[in-house]
């Protein structure tokens, strides 16, 4: 980009050349190489067009999943909290074996249990994780250390990544030393499903959350 001055008052494209006012100054660039159209039918394109489709799909289906979340990570106080979570689905999106390179998905890396494996290490900021207290297993939670506890919120998220949406059911369970709590089950098994968990103290202070 460089400014130019001249009597002749020049706006659009001349040639390689683009004519153009910026912040009260003439500025002329050269057109940029990239064509609409060549990315996409170019072949030589294809690796970055299947790049730039599962990079849409997992930022859509990210937010997704933490608009359903929302609540709980404006507590984490996380700034970076967006960009970790994005890598996070990225992660768990290679996992997907099933899916041709482009259309790869979120909703089966899932289904393994490596990208499972990723979603309940994922810390939200600086609060502990849930997965390091509780498990889940045919619908029942099993807890431990449950007298140094006093409420559990647990959010069960059905993931539709075709369309990048979710749905969600919350749940508020008390906890009174017992070791194994049996919580409702709101969605169809056949479901992709996610479980978040926040762990609350006696003065509803959030001590861990996140995937379980």
């Not at 998220?157 to 194994?180: F, G, M, R, V, W």
């Not at 169809?188 to 926040?198: I, N, P, Q, R, T």
Request: proline letters at 1%; charged letters at 30%.
């Amino acid at each position: 980009m460089a400014t130019y001055e001249s009597i002749i008052k020049i706006t659009g494209a001349v040639g390689d050349l683009v004519f153009y006012d910026l912040n009260g100054k003439k500025v002329v660039r050269k057109k940029s190489g990239f064509n609409k159209t060549a990315f996409k039918k170019n072949p030589s394109y294809e690796k970055v067009r299947q790049n730039s489709s599962e990079f849409g799909h997992c930022s859509k289906t990210g937010k997704a999943i933490r608009n359903s979340l929302n609540v709980y990570i404006k507590t984490a106080g996380d700034p970076l909290l967006y960009q970790k979570f994005a890598k996070l689905m990225t992660e768990v999106k290679d996992l997907d074996m099933t899916s041709e390179r482009g259309k790869r998905t979120v909703e089966n890396g899932l289904k393994t249990e490596e990208g499972q494996k990723l979603l309940r290490e994922f810390q939200f900021g600086g609060i502990k994780k849930t997965a390091d207290r509780i498990r889940i297993e045919n619908q029942t939670l099993h807890l431990k250390h449950s007298s140094l506890m006093y409420k559990m919120i647990i959010l069960t998220i059905k993931l539709d990544s075709e369309h990048c949406n979710t749905e969600y059911a919350e749940e508020i369970l008390p906890l009174d030393k017992q070791q194994e709590i049996v919580f409702q089950q709101h969605f169809s098994e056949k479901s992709v499903l996610l479980y978040f968990a926040a762990l609350q103290n006696e003065d509803n202070e959030i001590t861990h959350m996140g995937f379980v």
